[in-house]
């Protein structure tokens, strides 16, 4: 029985050294043993060799991850470890290499077969109006899709007859091919990856399984959705080809501009012009929300233009919550442009009655600019 040597300790090499130091330590040795060196000398003949077989591996970051994990295991039954290795069967390393990087391989091992490959996604871009939003709607739209074939059923077979077995992969979906050291899998041409071929395909879908088609599908939107909300509908999008899982088709929302109300978050803005007097006396406003509620504004005497006024829970609904924002609404006094005689009137007996103190803010800014004049 012939006793496998570790290949670190034939390089005299701890196992996690660097490239480097294997290199350095190899040349080294490999002086040493060198049957030029040693004429006739079987030991130092067989030495060398050894080292030369341990270096092949090691210097290689394939071989040497593969020798790490399994040791010499990995490079039986011919698997071309060295010098003299050969060529032989590779079927042994080639599944140890996928334990390794089978990720990098495609994923199958052999004897599995390919997995159905699921339909694509799809995207609708939807406009709603902000009262769908607020409120909520039922919507209907009509999309343009890949369906699955009702005469075969989504198989792609013509009725009454079945798909077989890819005689170019045996249904793995993958061929191999040996190149040197490796074994590359590539996908299978015959089949184009499905592991499945049709002899006597569908007249409706020729073959594919699914056909396009036109759909009117239902999309409830829930109150209080907001620009760029996605609604999925779970298996409305493409049909997976031969019966595979259709994707899902997304749904994405965009609220067209209000005529009267901004948004942020929940919260609902509004400008309000009112009158001279009313800002002056103060009264009551009345706002309709986007769903035609009715809210009454308390306007304070004396409010000035610029003034944000809040009405608590008169918002946007919380999507998928309770509760609603606020609605604030942002006071714009008017200064009135068309008086009659009797008002032209009123309003100059009122200003030569002013004394200032109605008009703190102007009279204080007049105040310094006098000053700021010399007086």
Known sequence: MTTEVDFYELLECERGADDATIKASYRKLAMKFHPDRNAGCKESESRFKAVSEAYEVLKDPQKRAAYDRFGHAAFRNGAGAGPGGGGGDFSGFSDIFENIFGEFMGGARAGGRPQPQR??????????????????????????VSASCAPCGGTGARPGTNAKQCPAC??????????????IERGCQTCQGVGQVIADPCTHCRGEGRVDTTKTLTV???PGVDEGTRIRLSGEGEAGARGAPPGDLYIFLHVTRHAIFTREGTTLFAAAPISFSTA???GDIAIAGPDGERHVIRIAPGTQSG???RQRGAGMPVLQGRGRGDLVIRIE???PTRLTARQRALLE???SSETGQESPQSSGFFAKMKTALGG
């Open 119 to 144: 339909g694509a996604d799809l995207r609708y871009d939807m406009e709603i109006s902000l009262e769908q939003a607020f409120t909520g709607a039922s919507n209907n739209i009509t999309v343009d």
């Open 170 to 183: 045996s249904g793995h979906g993958k061929v191999r091919s040996q190149q040197g050291f490796f074994v």
């Open 220 to 222: 409830n939107i829930p």
């Open 280 to 282: 002056a006396l103060g």
């Open 307 to 309: 003034r944000e006024v």
């Open 333 to 335: 006094v008017e200064t």
């Open 349 to 351: 007996e009122f200003r």
